[in-house]
């Protein structure tokens, strides 16, 4: 299994550019999660999923779209980057029926630089 | 809300020095306690967790014991090596709280020979 994996691992953007951080996992895992970490601050959830076709909204969602159509993607999209979203962002992933229903698998992460 | 406090970093130690995070939380209910850990690069694993007062997490020789009454899950080994090096993240999830892991900012610790 590769796990999570997320591509790009790193991109530099112009604000206003929009782009979308690939994230898949092959564990078949219903959960899939995004989170931003920023120096001093830890990891924020922007948005979530609990299954395909179903997306709910984290703690900082603005400025950022998901969609889930198939289990194992979960794409995230920067509709307008702006300098403010320069972060490291994580995809995670885990399933919630399988008795380690708190054990989040985490991807190596995209480092975004918004000029 | 739910949230977690850690010390701040970094820390420094020299190697087989015993370690100590400190890692406090605020919840309502009877929350899971989880510590994560970051390598340099890579995302985060789960390193131990404990999901009830006076569980003990173990794993690698780390060691943490959820605490209700002092509301505290501190990580601690007895003698840490240059492998231990990263940033650790002390992190909730609620019962409440859907699958939402509350993170504390992170320590990052350094070892050095």
């Known amino acids: 299994n590769a796990g999570v994996t997320q591509t790009p691992k790193f991109q530099v953007l112009k604000t206003g550019q929009s782009m979308t951080l690939q994230c898949a996992q092959d564990m078949n895992h219903e959960y899939m999660s995004w989170y931003r970490q920023d120096p001093g601050m830890g990891l924020r959830l922007i948005h979530y999923?609990?299954?395909?076709?179903?997306?709910d909204q984290g703690e900082v969602p603005n400025g950022y779209n998901v969609s889930r159509s198939t289990t194992e993607d979960f794409p995230l999209r920067l509709l307008s980057a702006a300098p403010s979203q320069t972060s490291v962002y994580f995809c995670a992933s885990n399933n919630v029926l399988a008795g380690r229903s708190y054990e989040q698998y985490f991807g190596p992460g995209t480092r975004l630089t918004v000029t | 809300g739910d949230s977690v406090t850690q010390m701040e970093g970094p820390v420094t130690l020299s190697e087989e020095a015993f370690l100590t995070i400190n890692c406090t939380y605020t919840a309502t209910g009877y929350p899971s306690l989880f510590w994560y850990v970051q390598y340099p690069g890579e995302g985060l694993q789960l390193l131990l967790k404990?999901?009830?007062?006076?569980d003990k997490g173990s794993n690698k020789g780390f060691e943490a014991t959820y605490r209700k009454e002092t509301t505290s899950f501190h990580l601690e080994k007895g003698s840490v090596q240059v492998s231990d090096s990263a940033v650790y993240f002390c992190a909730l999830k609620n019962t409440g709280g859907g699958n939402k892991l509350t993170f504390g900012t992170g320590t990052q610790l350094k070892v050095e020979l």
């Open positions: 999923s609990v299954g395909a076709g179903i997306t």
């Open positions: 404990a999901t009830k007062a006076d």
